[in-house]
């Protein structure tokens, strides 16, 4: 890879482990196992994962619809 696009790639998985450490905390913290005891959680409830919100734009503002 060109030195701009190793760097980019690096950058990318920089940012993934770090959204990873953060939900794997926010699971901890809301009383959940881990993080895929929280995804599940959140794939009965919303029908999507974390990482499909976690995929949104971050100006798209998201409304979580819960459903039974």
């Known amino acids: 890879l060109a030195s701009s696009a190793a760097s980019d790639v690096y950058k990318r998985q920089n940012i993934e482990e770090r959204i990873i450490r953060q939900l794997l905390s926010v699971a901890v913290k809301a009383g ?7 995804s599940r959680e959140m794939k009965k409830l919303s029908g ?20 039974k």
């Open 32 to 38: 959940y196992y881990d993080a895929s005891h929280l």
């Open 48 to 67: 999507s994962t974390p990482n499909f919100f976690l995929s949104l734009p971050p100006d798209n503002e998201t409304t979580i619809i819960y459903t």
